[in-house]
């Protein structure tokens, strides 16, 4: 029984370190609920063992006076965590061990009109290519965490059927079966946008954040929720899609069928086709960001009117979920700042004229890798952002006894 005990114990202690990455002994304790003695006992035991290792101390980090205290971690080589981010026109892969450190990292461009067969083609010979640049053989690999584009929901069947009566195997389907046939480790698969803004809740100025809205202008324009220290997902798996909000009802026609979408103003392809249309030819980032610089009034009008149909729609959700954040990402956002600007104006008239509510409004931080390390988040269940947040309905594949000993 005593064996039993200090087992559970081990596990316990374990689980916190894969969970919140280096802690002290005291944070530790908070979470296990563990006396400091016992504690004390069974790290020491783990110390030896090599399961665990002095990652640091909190010197750099705490107040006051008093001998630092050492930060424990999971010994970095007992596991490795993946993160895929597929774009549109990009696959990002980031791979963490078991501290939490990012031990590798890369991306792979593609055409916009690749098949899935081709792009999780080019996401694997990305993931042999970054593991012989940074030496990682994967072989410790627990799990992938996989973020998809466009509105993708877990809860999606698994197949569908065209209208002319032929069977179609979804595209997040098939992605999640190519990577657990070639890994063979647990794999979790959602929106790649509401990934990035878990990312942002976690790891961004506002870490920790308990009510969060996110959006990022890409290709396409999803977004991310965080209300009452949750991420959501919704009665069906589809909340974020900003980018299907109707900001312009005779507008043009978007690819989801409704017209004047957020994402026929402000998604990429939309604003270089505003300004080609208005005779200031857009066709790449280098183009705009040229267009920006000298200040073209044709290219700053068409940019104001992205960042005021971006406000009204994060100003109306504000109104009603009264987030403490807004991020809005995107290299486009970076590129052009006065879509920031008049975003954030006209947020500010949306919403309620109560000074209380109006919510921190920033640029998102975490740059392309948002997704792949939401991803990794996710898989981490390192925040309580994530306390419902929904399982893979998908069967997992057996573990390895080692496996199973830091889960």
């Known amino acids: 029984m ?37 504690l004390s006992e069974i ?29 424990l971690a999971l010994d970095p080589g007992a596991g490795q965590f993946m993160g895929v981010d597929f774009g549109h026109r990009r696959v990002r892969v980031a791979v963490s061990d078991a501290a939490h450190d990012i031990i590798a990292s890369g991306a792979e461009f593609y055409d916009a009109d690749s098949s ?25 690999l627990q799990g992938i965490g996989i973020g998809f584009p466009g509105p993708f929901s877990p809860r999606m069947p698994k197949s569908s059927v065209t209208p002319g009566g032929v069977p179609q195997r979804p595209a997040g389907d098939l ?80 690819r989801c069928g409704k017209r004047g979408c957020l994402e026929t103003i402000a998604s990429v392809p939309a604003i270089f086709g505003s300004c080609t249309a208005k005779g200031v030819p857009i066709s790449s980032f280098d183009d705009l960001r040229a267009a920006v610089a000298k200040g073209d009034p044709i290219v700053t009008g068409v940019l104001r009117d992205v960042g005021d149909a971006l406000g009204r729609v994060l100003g109306t959700v504000a109104v009603a979920i009264n987030p403490g954040e807004i991020v809005i990402g995107g290299e486009v956002v970076q590129i052009a700042e006065v879509i920031f600007e008049q975003a954030v104006a006209t947020i500010a008239y949306e919403l309620l004229p109560v000074p209380e509510a109006a919510p921190h409004i920033r640029l998102a931080q975490l740059g392309d890798d948002d997704g792949a390390l939401g991803a990794i988040a996710a898989l981490f269940h390192q925040s309580p952002l994530l306390a419902s947040y929904p399982e893979t309905t998908q069967p997992e594949p057996q573990h390895s006894p080692m496996q199973r000993s830091i889960s």
């Open 43 to 71: 790290t020491n035991v783990l110390l030896e063992r090599g399961a665990i290792t002095i990652a640091s101390t909190d010197g750099d980090v705490r107040a006051g006076r008093g001998r630092p205290a050492e930060r």
């Open 116 to 140: 899935w067969p081709d792009r999780i083609a080019s996401c694997f010979r990305l993931i042999d290519r970054v593991g012989t640049e940074s030496g990682t053989h994967y072989g410790a």
């Open 2 to 38: 005593h064996t039993l005990i200090r087992q559970t114990h081990e596990d316990r202690i374990l689980r916190v370190l894969r969970e919140h990455g280096a802690l002290t002994r005291g944070e530790i304790a908070s979470r296990v609920g563990l006396s400091r003695t016992t």
């Open 175 to 254: 992605v999640y079966s190519s990577f657990v046939d070639r890994f063979d480790v647990s794999v979790i698969i959602d929106n790649n946008t509401r990934f990035a803004g878990l990312a942002e809740a976690i790891w961004g100025s506002g870490a920790g954040a308990q009510d969060l809205l996110y959006v990022r202008l890409s290709d396409g324009i999803g977004g991310g929720l965080v209300v009452g220290g949750h991420l959501v997902t919704g009665a069906s798996g589809f909340a974020g899609e900003l980018g299907h909000v109707s900001v312009s009802p005779n507008g043009i026609q978007c």
